[in-house]
């Protein structure tokens, strides 16, 4: 039974960081990428970022680059996501994912049952 299990999440205000870890257990994932999704009440989950089996490519949508900034090791089997300078539109549960290289939330494979930011103003 695959596991992913997201932690870190609270309540910061807006300017601030916090750092998500997601801990990926019970299957192989090797060649995998992991990535991370957030949804807001009344939203879709979209897409935040992601990073290869090698962390040699990652990808962050827009509304996040240059403030998040994803890695993980993968002797723990953990994805970690970075969050600087944040704002009230980051407020969201987090979730992890680890599947193909992919920005679309239906090609991932596992998924954690997620963590909540929120960032006050």
């Known amino acids: 039974q695959v596991q992913l299990v997201e932690s870190g999440g609270g309540l910061v205000q807006a300017g601030g960081s916090l750092t998500l870890s997601c801990a990926a257990s019970g299957g192989t994932f090797r060649n995998y990428a992991m990535g991370w999704f957030r949804q807001a009440p009344g939203k879709e989950r979209m897409f935040v970022a992601e990073i290869n089996w090698s962390s040699s490519t990652t990808y962050y949508a827009d509304s996040v680059k240059g403030r998040f900034t994803i890695s993980r090791d993968n002797t723990k089997n953990t994805v970690y996501l970075q969050m600087s300078s944040l704002k009230p539109e980051d407020t969201a549960v987090y979730y992890c994912?680890?599947?193909?290289?992919?920005?679309?939330?239906?090609?991932?494979?596992?998924w954690g049952k997620g963590t909540l930011v929120t960032v006050s103003s």
């Open positions: 994912a680890v599947g193909p290289f992919s920005s679309d939330a239906a090609a991932m494979a596992y």
